[in-house]
């Protein structure tokens, strides 16, 4: 069966992919602007943090497989992974430089602890039957997507661009000079808040589709070649989205033809990206 013969079966798989992508793109211009990469990946790994701690809770109840329709919604793998990606957000948007402790440090002792609770929940005998379901959203799978999660990303999406373009000029004066933004009277802890929180919902709902990995390498990658191709930081956003989409797509392509696994396909697919701003960086120096 060739690529498009099987369209009513990657039909959904790849809109939720495209719609992820760019907003992972988008976001991940942020990411890099306030040089807090480190927290995009801490985000990624709470986010499955709460989607392998949802089937751990519910083994313990025997509670039905999460796809089953008498599932009880608040023990959802989905909203466990906003839950915890939310909180761990705000957590980091509260912190500051210390004496002792600096912002890198606190955040990297989150993405270490999440990584070893992740870790040994995965390694409790308890959720075996949904290891390999865990694995999937974890590390990336993105076949089985349903419209109703094709909708759900979308409307996350839309609510997430609508705050960047209400607070746009907020969060990148905060993201380039804080302290000044300060001084004029800005609310910067507010809007630290506000945008952590849309990293947090962006990260925990693009990690259900695609897995962790893969919504780490969306929220860096794509983001990082287009800053190396434009002169001005507010021109990098529609573009990250644009490589996100596009590197996703093609990615899911080069899974389902050459039988590659789909979520480092498409991250090693939007690498591709980062070549002709590379080049232009050469050019430049020449």
Known sequence: MSFWDAYDFWRDAVAGTLIAAAMLGYLG???LLRRVVFVGAALTQVSGVGIA???????????PDAHQPDHPLWLSPQLFALAFALGAALLFSLVR???RLSVEAVVGLGWVLASAALLLVL???????????????????????SPAQVRLLAGVASAVLAV??????QFMFVSYDAEMARTLGHRTRLIDLALFATLGVGISFAVRVLGALPAFGFLVVPAASALLLV?????????AALFGAAGGALGYYLAFTQNYPTGAAM????????LPGALLRLVRRS
């Open 164 to 169: 960047h373009l209400l607070f746009f000029r």
């Open 231 to 239: 002169r001005r930081a507010h021109h990098a956003f529609p573009l």
């Open 123 to 145: 390694s409790s005998g308890r959720i075996v039957q949904e290891a390999h379901e865990v694995d999937d959203l974890l590390y990336g799978n993105a076949v089985l997507i």
């Open 97 to 99: 430089e210390g004496r």
């Open 267 to 274: 991250v090693a697919a939007s690498s591709l990206f980062l």
């Open 53 to 63: 701690a949802s089937f751990w809770l519910a083994s313990f109840l025997a509670l």
């Open 29 to 31: 211009v942020h990411v």
